[in-house]
């Protein structure tokens, strides 16, 4: 079944912020309104520092919500984010606009359509895979599931969870990544 097919299927009339991002123009009107403000109420609401109702949530009610509905606007930064890292990622996203990243999304159908010969490929590398424990991509149904189920298709595969950290686990933990990263490396 195609990606977007079994999207559509796990989220009935819901919005999926992947299915959103689906429609060219839709998204990035949304985003390029005031990109500091997005930069700024996503960079926290996905991270493990938002309150509960200020998070992210990638599966809504609502069919017609936005990415951001129901975001927080944090008052004061977390301490991962500094004011230079937001005027950095505003001037590149004012320069480059969404569409760039939002097209890998739009072409999650195609890359099944090429690299199906691969379906059952395992990944035999030795892997680490980070992820915090307050990621709200982990909300998406079956997504708990299939990190269990990632030992299957990736024999040699290591996973660190960091408790309290949410989707940007490289800059909410930068030292503990790093750390993870390096032993990782001395261990091969």
């Known amino acids: ?9 796990m989220v009935g009339d819901h919005f999926f ?7 060219p123009g839709v998204a990035e009107a949304e985003l390029e309104r005031d990109i500091r403000t997005t930069m700024r109420q996503f960079l926290y609401a996905a991270s493990g520092d938002a309150a509960p109702s200020e998070r992210w949530r990638p599966i809504l009610a609502d069919p ?3 990415l951001l509905a129901g975001t927080g606007d944090p008052e004061t930064l977390p301490g991962w984010l500094t004011e230079a890292d937001l005027d950095f990622y505003t001037t590149e996203f004012q320069r480059t606009g969404f569409r760039g990243g939002l097209n890998w ?3 999650f159908d ?3 359509e090429l690299l199906g010969a691969f379906s059952a490929a395992k990944i035999t590398q ?4 980070i992820w915090g424990d307050k990621d ?5 149904p079956s997504m708990r599931t299939r990190l269990e189920r990632m030992p299957d298709s990736i024999p040699h595969l290591r996973k660190l969870s960091l408790a309290g950290c949410g ?3 490289q800059q909410e933990r930068a030292t503990e990544v790093n750390e993870a990263m390096i032993a990782f490396l001395q261990s091969l």
Do not use: E
């Open 136 to 140: 709200p991509v982990f909300d998406i």
């Open 105 to 107: 999304y739009r072409n």
């Open 167 to 169: 989707h940007w686990v």
């Open 17 to 23: 912020y992947q299915l959103y991002f689906q429609q």
């Open 64 to 66: 017609n919500a936005r």
């Open 110 to 112: 195609r890359n099944w």
């Open 1 to 9: 079944m195609r990606p977007t097919d079994a999207m559509r299927r």
């Open 126 to 129: 030795p892997t680490l895979f």
